[in-house]
């Protein structure tokens, strides 16, 4: 079974809408880290953000906001008002006891910004 | 700048052929790592090592070897390339527990004709 699950393969919008990007994970642990990782054209894997199993509050920076929520397993992030360059393939992953130190990642979401 | 390195950038090979991907991180992480990203799968483990001396398999290790030379470097060898190894392979590193997450180097698009 997969322990991350991004149901949405591919998003377009139009410019300035906002949009959400939904992340489903499995675990049995009490203590795992969640992560989601940015892939813009040009290839490469930017870190966005980290949020471990004990910390519940939302966050936000900028733009973006990210909605964790164990009673439902999920890590869904939202960009506000979107741009033409937040256009990129966006990565959720799971590190839990289980794995050790490596990562489980989702297949990912590609979003396409309309201008 | 403080990073991952990975060379090379671009690699076509000929069934049968071999080649060693190179990766080199002066982060000062103990933790290397090899993934295969592929259309629709996400990223997926080939071998990672927890620390200088260490190696072990991931998800998907057939058909590659790896070695970690020192702390620094850590080479991905392809023995004898299949097409099905075609991917955009990237190598990343972490602090041993890998919480604070990894830092990636900027990938190999690899083509095996």
């Known amino acids: 079974a997969q322990k991350v699950t991004q149901a949405q393969t591919e998003i377009s919008v139009v410019e300035k809408e906002d949009v959400t990007l939904d992340c489903v994970y499995e675990?049995?642990?009490?203590?795992?880290?969640l992560f989601w990782y940015k892939q813009p054209p040009s290839g490469e894997l930017v870190f966005l953000i980290r949020r471990n199993s004990f910390d519940e509050q939302n966050e936000i920076s900028g733009r973006y906001s990210w909605n964790f929520q164990k009673s439902t397993s999920s890590f869904n992030f939202t960009i506000t008002a979107s741009q033409v360059v937040d256009s990129a393939v966006y990565f959720c992953?799971?590190?839990?006891?289980?794995?050790?130190?490596?990562?489980?990642f989702g297949t990912g979401t590609s979003l396409t910004v309309i201008p | 700048n403080a990073g991952v390195t990975q060379t090379p950038k671009f690699q076509v090979l000929k069934t049968g052929q071999s080649m060693t991907l190179q990766c080199a991180q002066d982060m000062n992480h103990n933790s290397m790592y090899w993934y295969r990203q592929d259309p629709g799968m996400g990223l997926r483990l080939i071998y990672y090592s927890a620390s200088e001396g260490t190696t072990d398999k991931g998800e998907v290790p057939n058909g590659y070897n790896v070695s970690r030379l020192n702390k620094r470097e850590f080479s991905l060898r392809l023995e004898s390339a299949a097409p099905s190894q075609t991917s955009v392979y990237f190598c990343a590193s972490s602090e041993p527990t890998g919480i604070y997450g990894y830092t990636f180097g900027s990938g190999t698009r690899l083509t095996v004709v």
């Open positions: 992953a799971l590190r839990d006891e289980n794995t050790g130190n490596q990562f489980y």
């Open positions: 675990t049995r642990d009490t203590t795992y880290y």
